[in-house]
């Protein structure tokens, strides 16, 4: 009943975004268009352990909040990688720039809400070698608005490292289609047996929609940052509705969790800020024939 009413509440905000949202441009992965900068000081030293953040910042709205948190945080300022979600191209280059980080982005759609390029980006401290987008599967079912996974190759000395930054569906899309939006982001951007870091705004409403969402990770080798108790965002309807709403998650392979954790007193969002800290396991450094391939790409 409760997932009842909270669709139909969304269902409603969409009718009343009807005309706005059939003028939406959604992009393929064929015509995405791939936005990068470069701001990090590239330095030989390699840490033991990483810090990875991802913060879906509500329609690139109040970069200026975000960045102030992504600055002043004890945890979130430490970040070594960042993954974003709802953002436009100036805002990333905003906080990358302001970061000191690398970055790529690519945009889903044209959002009707500000009529801005929506999408996700990665943001570095290190070398990004490569960049990739998937295009998820299941568009909105009145605008066609389709969401993506965006995925970088890392140079870590000579560690390699995979992180994705993804967003779903809102549960206007039902439940089985928003998995298998999570599965199609799996399927097209983590082949490779690389330590891996897949991590964003799933829109798990529902515990039996995160069991499903923990089940199709396990099943592919990975395991999950168990964070605080608690939500990951800020809604008056979720209260209203007595819905916990843990909505997003980080999931890893072939690393160390040493800390996770929620960043619950962030305001440029109604999603907070979620991190991980991790570390490399022994036989991380890249292996001869990902550095020839790597080599390979390059030529």
Not at 35 to 45: D, K, L, S
Not at 195 to 215: C, E, K, S
Not at 223 to 232: K, S
Request: glycine fraction near 6%; aromatic fraction near 8%; include cysteine.
């Amino acid at each position: 009943m409760k997932l009842q009413l909270l669709r139909m509440a969304l269902l409603l905000t969409g009718l009343s975004l009807w005309p706005a949202c059939a003028k939406q441009v959604s992009y393929t992965s064929a015509d995405a268009p791939l936005h990068q900068g470069n701001y990090a000081q590239h330095t030989a030293a390699v840490p033991d352990s990483f810090t990875l953040v991802s913060y879906n910042i509500q329609y690139a709205e109040d970069i200026d909040v975000a960045l102030a948190e992504l600055q002043n945080s004890p945890r979130l300022k430490q970040a070594d990688i960042i993954l974003l979600q709802e953002m436009d191209p100036p805002g990333t280059e905003t906080i990358a720039r302001a970061l000191a980080m690398n970055y790529v982005y690519y945009p889903a759609s044209v959002n009707p809400h500000h009529a801005r390029l929506f999408g996700n980006a990665v943001l570095s401290r290190w070398l990004i070698t490569t960049a990739a987008v998937s295009i998820l599967p299941h568009g909105h079912p009145f605008s066609g608005h389709r969401r993506i996974a965006v995925s970088a190759d890392l140079q870590v000395g000579d560690h390699s490292l995979r992180v994705v930054s993804v967003h779903t569906a809102t549960v206007v899309t039902e439940q089985d289609k928003r998995i298998e939006q999570a599965r199609a982001a799996l399927d097209s951007l983590t082949r490779d047996n690389i330590p891996i870091v897949i991590a964003g705004d799933f829109n798990t409403v529902l515990q039996y929609t995160r069991t499903l969402l923990r089940r199709l990770f396990r099943q592919g080798g990975y395991q999950q940052a168990r964070l605080p108790a608690g939500p990951t965002v800020r809604s008056q309807m979720g209260k209203l509705l007595g819905l916990e709403l843990i909505l997003d998650h980080i999931f890893y392979r072939q690393l160390d969790l040493l800390s996770c954790g929620v960043h619950k007193e962030a305001t440029a969002s109604d999603h907070f800020p979620i991190w991980a800290v991790f570390t490399w396991l022994p036989g991380n450094a890249k292996t001869d024939d990902f550095l020839a391939e790597e080599q390979t790409q390059e030529k």
